[in-house]
């Protein structure tokens, strides 16, 4: 999974097995009740009975709320980048409709919940301005990948960054109400105009 | 004002200013509130003592928690396009960052934990989802007004919804860590973008 690396165990496969499910049924149940209830309605005990795991095997994995709900976006969010490297070689077009997609469903839901909470709790200000970080870095990357963009070429970095800006504007667009029809025309436009600008400054 | 009225009076004149100045001081007071303790710390009683004002004189203006909050965002967010408006000619550039700038800063802050509180709290959704399509629809009739954009070539009035929704992204990267020196050099290589894309198709 990359970033997240599983407890170490030098205990038989089976039990290393079992934990590392145990703890995978935690991180998405803990995604699922971010997004639904928010930070004042999730709590370990609330992930631990929705994921069917007792209390104290929930606090064995997370010991603090805060490591149970970083943990879970960044789970997440790798999860969905995995995914993403894994898409085959696609249109740009095609490569900005996934790009946005990641920030509309779940997993952004959850992600907002935990940043706003973040602006006014400082235990959870640094761990998630550094995971906000960190994740924010990789999908800059497989963005830059994807859409073969040269990033040596004065504007290029900039004009990807400006479409993730984007992409995270329309997640926010797409809170409260459904706002798909608007997101995909105004996502074709700006699709049109970054196949301009990076149409022949882009890697052979 | 615009879209906030004060409570109708037949008072004499000074009674009724005084009224207004109060209204305006708890307004001021709760989007500052909001900014900076969230919508769970914000509650009528802190914003009444905030601004010096009653329980009973505050509720007297706002009868409940959602009345305040509410009608202090649309506030600010009105005084804010009011000064938007207000701008004289500028070059394009310079209306980007102005734009941009909306999405920074405490009433962003305000509206953003307004937002994120409605996704999950059925009282506020309704209101809050009208109050935002609302303030949404006014700040991009000033933007195609203020960027002298002809809605009626096509892509334009995309080309301006996405300009906004980046100018939103950019505002949520704000949130824990100030970004200014990235969003600087990304406005400006999207401010090319569109001057490239508007320059051709722009009312005289």
């Given at each position: 999974m990359g970033f997240v690396t599983s407890p170490a165990g030098s205990a038989k496969e089976p039990k290393q097995d079992r934990s590392r499910a145990t703890r995978q049924r935690l991180l998405e149940a803990a995604v699922a009740c971010l997004a639904e209830r928010g930070w004042a309605g999730?709590?370990?005990?609330?992930?631990?009975?929705?994921?069917?795991?007792?209390?104290?095997?929930?606090?064995?994995?997370?010991?603090?709320?805060?490591?149970?709900?970083?943990?879970?976006?960044?789970?997440?969010?790798?999860?969905?980048?995995?995914?993403?490297?894994?898409?085959?070689?696609?249109?740009?077009?095609?490569?900005?409709?996934?790009?946005?997609?990641?920030?509309?469903?779940?997993?952004?839901?959850?992600?907002?919940?935990?940043?706003?909470?973040?602006?006014?709790?400082?235990?959870?200000?640094?761990r998630v301005t550094e995971l906000e970080a960190r994740v924010g870095r990789e999908t800059h990357r497989i963005a830059v990948e994807l859409l073969g963009a040269d990033e040596t070429v004065p504007g290029v970095r900039e004009t990807v960054q400006g479409l993730l800006d984007m992409a995270r504007g329309l997640g926010l667009a797409n809170l409260l109400t459904d706002d798909a029809a608007r997101r995909k025309r105004v996502v074709g436009q700006w699709a049109r105009l970054l196949e301009e600008t990076l149409g022949s400054t882009s890697r052979p």
């Open positions: 999730s709590t370990v005990s609330v992930v631990a009975e929705r994921a069917g795991v007792s209390r104290g095997a929930a606090q064995h994995h997370f010991p603090t709320r805060e490591d149970l709900f970083t943990a879970a976006v960044e789970y997440v969010a790798e999860e969905r980048s995995s995914a993403l490297r894994s898409l085959p070689g696609q249109s740009r077009a095609a490569v900005v409709s996934a790009l946005v997609d990641l920030y509309t469903g779940p997993l952004f839901r959850a992600a907002l919940h935990l940043w706003v909470a973040a602006s006014n709790e400082e235990q959870l200000r640094g």
